[in-house]
Structure formats: structure tokens, C-alpha cells
């Protein structure tokens, strides 16, 4: 094996031994991701038998080798560094999920409700909060959706609870202004 150099413009080869390690560098991280990638995701599909977990989980370990790409250059085995975070991501993953299996079990079996709702109706309430203003829907949604408080809900949308009742005011005469009516007679 030989290896050129150029110096000042000319070429200059100089045999290298036989017994010489051969070490890969990338140039970049692209280079380094492009070549890892295939054998990550394949590497943590057979691990999780997961597709789709396998190709999430090496998407956040290559991300972690660009954020500590000066690092994991030098290293001499970036291979299985890198490897050894999808592998880690892999298994918290995992401890994850039978901590969330364990939960549920605890908590018994899960309760149906059964909901006799009217499918046009549902589709009018949602194509008239579509058409509310921005600040006014995120309002609405908040306030009686997510079941917060007027305070909460300032907290959530960075401003006064006076704001957020003006908000829930013209948002409530819009919503009626829609065709929309309530039995409920709770006012903002």
C-alpha cells in the first residue's frame, strides 16, 4: 500500500508497512452518519423488533453524535460509542414502557364510556371553533377543553385574566353567532 501526499503542489508517495493500522476518519458528521445509519437501525430492529422504534431511536443517537461530533471524532471506537447510546436509548426506552405496562396493571382494567354523541354535531362544534380567532380558540380550548381555570389559562397564554375572559366573551358570541347554542348557561 502507498500513500500520497501532496506537497507545495507535487506528489510525493511514500510506501506504508504492511502491519500498519488502518484507520477510517470522516471528514464530517454526514459522512460518519451516512455510513453508521443502515447498520444502527438494522442493529436496533433486530434488538426491538420495532421498525419504526429502531429507526426513531437511531435518528437520537446520530443526533447526539453530531452534538458531541468533536468528541466522538477523536475517539478511537465511534462505532460503538455510538452504538452503545442507541443501545441505551433502546433499553431506557424499554424500562419505560414496562414501568407505563406496570402502572396500567396496578390501576386495573381500563373503564369503557360510552358515548352516544352525533356525528354532525361534533363536526359543526369543531368547524366553529376552527373559524375562531387564533387567541380565541386557544382560550376556548384551555378554558373548557382542558378544564383550567380563567388564572390557569392566563398562566398558560402569557396574559391577564382579564384578557382571557374578553377572549372566552367574543369567542362565546362567535361560537353563537355560528348557529351554536348551550343548554349550559355558565358565562365566561
Not at 359543526?124 to 383550567?148: I, M, N, S, T
Request: proline fraction near 6%.
Amino acid at each position: 500500500m502507498t500513500l500520497i501526499r501532496e506537497t507545495l503542489g507535487t506528489a510525493v508517495t511514500e510506501p506504508i508497512p504492511d502491519d500498519a493500522p488502518l484507520v477510517v476518519v470522516e471528514a464530517t458528521p454526514d459522512d460518519f452518519c451516512r455510513r453508521i445509519h443502515p447498520k444502527l437501525v438494522g442493529a436496533l430492529r433486530l434488538y426491538l423488533g420495532r421498525p419504526d422504534v429502531a429507526e426513531e431511536l437511531a435518528q437520537e443517537a446520530l443526533v447526539r453524535v453530531i452534538q458531541n461530533w468533536p468528541k466522538v471524532a477523536a475517539m478511537d471506537h465511534a462505532d460503538a460509542w455510538t452504538f452503545r447510546v442507541a443501545f441505551n436509548l433502546a433499553n431506557s426506552r424499554l424500562r419505560r414502557v414496562l414501568a407505563e405496562r406496570r402502572a396500567q396493571h396496578r390501576s386495573g382494567p381500563p373503564t369503557t364510556v360510552h358515548w352516544n354523541v352525533d356525528v354532525a354535531e361534533v363536526l359543526a362544534v369543531r368547524a366553529a371553533v376552527a373559524a375562531l380567532a387564533p387567541r380565541q380558540r386557544e382560550a376556548v380550548v384551555l378554558r373548557y377543553f382542558g378544564d383550567l381555570s380563567v388564572e390557569q389559562v392566563a398562566h398558560a397564554m402569557s396574559c391577564r385574566p382579564g384578557t382571557v375572559k374578553a377572549h372566552l366573551h367574543q369567542a362565546v358570541a362567535n361560537l353563537r353567532a355560528s348557529g351554536l347554542t348551550t343548554t349550559d348557561r355558565e358565562t365566561p
